[in-house]
């Protein structure tokens, strides 16, 4: 069997796929083989290569809405793709494509349709990505994050499966971390998603402070545009170890208390597979303002609370990131509800489900 996985352009796209991909090779690892379709602008080519999954890469950017130059070029780019990836699709024969998100997915799916080749989707968020609401009327499954938003729509058959996370290995005790860091504080993780956050960072440096003063001590993720700006504001001061990207943030997950980040839909089920309460402050001009409904669903289901960013958002995070920790009855009741809402066990269920569909067509 020969699979197609689509994804790319950020984290939030390319982990969901790996996981399901891994999963794909434990449940038929004698008689398959993949090929993962990427782009060059993220570290999807670096992570087949760790896993040993052929990459084919694809020069595809975003269609602006308005007329430009950067249009006319995007146009072409997704012809040229096309072209490539059903190149492929008539010597190789792949029996489905797996499409996880970014506009590399375009052309796959593309290609696929006009092949007459089975797809999946994976949509994360609850406000449905453009190119998932364009061909999720063909797709044999659209696999679902969270429950679509508002009152957005999905052609096709959907399923709630969460979206995908990696299994951790080792535990908390088992996880190396800097030099001065002391397992016995209380710990806080400021994150900002594979991209950073430097508007939010900004907003934070008033909470820090704060937070520091009252014992607790600070992994802060900056990401690399405002690494510098954050380092030099915080200073020499002890307690907060500020990095501009951490390789792997689970072992930073399993020693924080409460997670402060943005609302992306990985960054989400990430928190909640470790089972830790969070204040979410969405992107504000994330696509279709995506990010504020999915902080919105963790409020609801209990493990989050959503903060919108302004002037004053650093020190209601400080006071809501203290209270959570200090309330024991509200720290306990986030963590149940986080517990209760983790997506393990989201990537095999994608991957069964799609092997049993290749199975009853076979």
Same mark, same amino acid.
């Given at each position: ?15 969901p796929?790996? =996981? ?12 398959? =083989? ?8 993220y ?21 602006a ?11 072409? =780019? ?5 072209l ?7 010597r ?145 001061r ?30 989400i ?23 504020w ?12 609370v ?43 269920d ?13």
């Open positions: 069997m020969h699979i197609v996985i689509a994804a790319g352009g950020t984290g939030g796209h390319v982990f796929a790996l =996981s399901v991909a891994v999963e794909l090779r434990a449940e038929r690892n004698r008689d398959l =083989s993949l090929l993962w379709v990427g782009t060059e602008r570290r999807e080519e670096e992570l087949c290569k760790e896993h040993r999954i052929p990459f084919m890469s694809l020069d595809v950017r975003g269609i809405r308005a007329l430009s130059p950067q249009t006319l070029f995007a146009a072409t =780019s997704f012809a040229a793709a096309s490539k990836v059903r190149a492929h699709f008539r190789a024969r792949p029996d489905a494509v797996l499409a996880f998100g970014g506009y590399v997915c375009a052309p796959v799916l593309a290609a696929a349709r006009l092949s007459g080749i089975p797809y999946f989707l994976q949509e994360q968020n609850t406000v449905p990505g453009l190119v998932n609401r364009i061909f999720a009327g063909g797709a044999a499954y659209t696999f679902l994050g969270f429950p679509i938003a508002g009152t957005w729509r999905l052609k096709g058959e959907t399923v709630l499966t969460r979206t995908p996370v990696r299994g951790v290995v080792g535990t908390y005790e088992d996880f190396e971390y800097p030099r001065g860091f002391d397992r016995t504080k209380p710990t806080i993780l400021i994150c900002g998603g594979s991209q950073g956050a430097a508007s939010m960072n900004k907003e934070l440096l008033s909470a820090v402070g704060k937070i520091l003063d009252r014992g607790y001590q600070v992994v802060w993720q900056t990401g690399t545009v405002s690494f510098h700006e954050v380092k030099a504001s915080v200073g020499s002890g307690g907060v170890f500020i990095f501009d990207l951490l390789p792997d943030l689970y072992p930073y997950y399993a020693a924080a208390k409460l997670v402060i980040g943005r609302a992306g839909s990985s960054t089920n990430e928190i909640a597979y470790f089972g830790r309460p969070c204040i979410l402050i969405p992107l504000p001009w994330s696509a279709e303002n995506h990010q409904w999915n902080a919105g669903y963790a409020e609801e289901r209990g493990w989050a959503r903060v919108d960013q302004n002037k004053k958002c650093g020190e209601r995070t400080a006071n809501l990131a203290i209270d959570i920790i200090e309330n024991g009855e509200r720290y306990e009741r986030m963590s149940r509800c986080a517990v209760d809402n983790t997506p393990a066990g989201a990537a095999a994608i991957a069964r489900r799609v092997l049993a569909y290749q199975e009853k067509r076979a």
